[in-house]
């Protein structure tokens, strides 16, 4: 790998475009029923776009404790699916 941004950024695109998507669906699809699912439990409307952000958010607080390959790469993935699921 070039550098550590490439590997985030490439490990980010086989998490969107591998395997997870084949367990759980589509993003628009599993951020969709995850957005029915907290929008129940909140009491008000959430987005897929709203989820993939949020996670991203969990994601990042979790890098305020240093660095970790894994949680920047879910955070991007979870930034570009929010960017895809905008669109749906």
């Known amino acids: 790998m070039e550098n550590i941004r490439s590997e985030v ?3 980010a695109i086989e998490l969107c475009n591998g ?4 367990d759980y669906g589509s ?12 929008s129940a439990y909140v009491g008000y409307e959430i ?3 709203d989820v993939c952000n949020m996670m991203a958010l969990l994601k990042i ?6 660095t970790h390959v ?3 790469a879910d955070a991007a993935a979870y930034v ?3 960017e895809e699921v905008g669109y749906a």
């Open 27 to 38: 993003p628009a699809e599993s951020m969709a029923v995850v957005a029915h699912m907290w």
């Open 70 to 72: 894994d949680s920047a």
């Open 9 to 11: 950024l490439h490990t």
């Open 19 to 22: 395997q997870r998507e084949e």
């Open 80 to 82: 570009a699916m929010g």
């Open 61 to 66: 607080a979790r890098l305020r404790n240093g």
């Open 47 to 49: 987005t897929a776009r």
